[in-house]
Nanobody
Framework: QVQVAESGGGSVRAGGSLRLTCTGS????????VGWFHQAPGKEREGVAT????????AYSGRVKGRFTISLDNAKNTVYLQMNNLRHEDSGMYFC?????????????????????WGQGTQVTVPS
């Protein structure tokens, strides 16, 4: 069974940092796009950042660009999301998705429906 698992969430004050981790057997798929998505309570899942599994291209939403960094450790089959200067509106669940069979395109940041595999998510809380 192909799996994805997120970790690293927690509660942090505004302006603080967290690093999320995405691992699992889905991260061993070579031709794939890996994306991080944010879901606030009562809202739809929105793309935050994507990275090609071969580490050749990254993309960010306008809301997080300059504050978040997505990266890949091929040796560990792990994708990270470094989140700096966190804001209250960054609170919510963060999900890692893997879209197998090709590299990232803009649709992978725009829509969660393009992904084959998802983890259970990790909670990030930034109190107001």
């Amino acid at each position: 069974q192909v799996q994805v698992a997120e970790s690293g969430g927690g509660s942090v004050r505004a302006g603080g940092s967290l690093r999320l981790t995405c691992t699992g057997s889905a991260l061993t798929i070579y031709r794939a796009c890996v994306g991080w998505f944010h879901q606030a309570p009562g809202k739809e899942r929105e793309g935050v950042a994507t990275i090609d599994r071969d580490d050749t291209d990254v993309a960010y939403s306008g809301r997080v660009k300059g504050r978040f960094t997505i990266s890949l450790d091929n040796a560990k089959n792990t994708v990270y999301l470094q989140m700096n200067n966190l804001r209250h509106e960054d609170s919510g669940m963060y999900f890692c998705g893997v879209a197998a069979g090709g590299w990232c395109y803009s649709r992978h940041l725009d829509s969660s429906t393009t992904y084959n595999y998802w983890g259970q998510g990790t909670q990030v809380t930034v109190p107001s």
